[in-house]
């Protein structure tokens, strides 16, 4: 039986949009949503700039009491999924809950909380931590939160691929449903990681932008990239078998195809030179689609701005599609909203599905010199209206991780 997956729901918090639209506004517009870091001190670091959302206040659409019992990412995934089921018009008093699934994620999870306690641990006793440390730092309270909130008693797992964890989510939330394990998937990614230790961390590892100015900072498949931007927020999709979603008259914004998820096996940092596993990644997206390499209209790149990953994303996309890469657009909107890390793949979904459905290739903004080793069509600084009908997402995560999203532009 051929179960086939669309999409009925999405919802959005990100560094340049609280809401679906106005993210979608500020990806068409080329908004930048990096600044430097309000959120805490940074005069002793290196590192001062992130993207970071704003204005985001918890408590508008979770009580107060238990908004203080979940750490930030928490609370953006719950207010990510809010507009999600409200978007789909979900029957929550009559639907199956025992079809209706969770696979929400975070590739790093309560840091925030982690870091306050542990402090407060160190300065006064260890009788003073507080009783709600695990549940609100452990990776999987956003999908259980998520799956409490809507009484969702299906599948309710947690992925964790680091920067490939929103992607790897979203794909396998969509074979559950392929499989027949559910009707329905609440599913993405969230992350919140700048803080003090975050921050400290990923400078350590000489990964962040060297850049002091915020709209040079994230700069993919430019010569003079030096890193990426720290971003934050959540990304949430509602899945639905088409015919159960034809069944209650849903809006249909667009459908997944095909998944594909490799492992470099290489290194614990650096994607593999010859982009061999994140090729395979598309082409199995791409194979399960039934599609033909000639079939995608656009590329939602990984993109990171590091020097590594753009310069073997670019390889990878060239030794899959051979001289048809020249002429597929490829974008990063890290460019825009930085790195959510967990959550990327999320938003970026987010990303294809409006492009398909509006038509329009967001830009890669801030690349004003192409780096010689990548040498594609990366729709510098101005995105363009196009006729799409299948688009790629690929994430790339530590640990070698990969995965690719196939979206086809909704049609009956």
């Not at 909380?113 to 006064?124: G, V």
Request: charged fraction near 25%.
């Amino acid at each position: 039986m051929n179960r086939r997956v669309v999409i009925t729901g999405m919802g959005a918090l990100t560094p340049i949009g609280n809401d679906i639209n106005s993210f979608w506004d500020g990806v068409k517009n080329g908004k930048c949503g990096i600044d430097f870091i309000k959120s805490m001190d940074v005069e002793k670091f290196k590192v001062k700039i992130a993207a970071e959302v704003k204005d985001f206040d918890p408590t508008e659409v979770i009580d107060r009491k238990e908004a203080k019992r979940m750490d930030r990412y928490c609370q953006l995934a719950m207010a990510a999924a809010e507009e999600a089921v409200k978007s789909s018009n979900l029957d929550l008093d009559n639907i199956d809950k025992y079809r209706l699934g969770v696979l929400i994620s975070s590739g790093i999870g309560g840091l925030e909380t982690l870091e306050n306690e542990y402090k407060r641990m160190l300065e006064r006793d260890t009788t003073k931590v507080s009783p709600f440390l695990i549940p609100m730092m452990i990776e999987n309270m956003a999908g259980g939160n998520v799956a409490i909130k809507y009484g969702a008693k299906g599948p309710c797992l947690s992925v964790v691929t680091a920067c490939a964890t929103g992607t790897n989510s979203i794909g396998e939330a969509f074979e559950m449903i392929k499989a027949n394990r559910a009707e329905v998937m609440i599913t993405g990614g969230t992350e919140a990681s700048i803080t003090s230790i975050g921050l400290a961390g990923f400078t350590a590892l000489t990964a962040l932008s060297k850049s002091e100015d915020p709209k040079k900072a994230s700069t993919p498949f430019d010569k003079n990239r030096s890193g990426f931007v720290m971003g934050e927020g959540a990304g949430v999709l509602i899945l639905e078998e088409l015919e159960h979603a034809k069944a209650r008259g849903a809006k249909i914004y667009g459908e997944i195809t095909g998944y594909g998820a490799t492992c470099d096996a290489y290194h614990i940092t650096q994607p593999s030179a010859d982009g061999e596993g994140a090729a395979r990644s598309m082409q199995l997206a791409i194979e399960e689609g039934n599609v033909s390499l000639e079939d995608i209209s656009y590329i939602n790149a990984h993109g990171t701005s590091t020097p590594y990953n753009d310069k073997f994303e670019t390889i990878a996309i060239k030794n899959l599609f051979k001289e048809q890469a020249y002429k597929i657009p490829v974008s990063s909107t890290k460019s825009m909203t930085g790195h959510l890390l967990g959550a990327s793949g999320a938003i970026e979904s987010i990303v294809c599905i409006k492009a398909l459905e509006e038509g329009f290739i967001p830009a890669t903004i801030g690349l004003e010199e192409k780096d010689e080793d990548c040498d594609l069509d990366y729709v510098p600084n101005v995105g363009r209206k196009a006729e799409l009908k299948y688009a790629l997402s690929n994430s790339l995560g530590f640990g070698g991780h990969n995965a690719t999203l196939l979206f086809k532009k909704w049609e009956e």
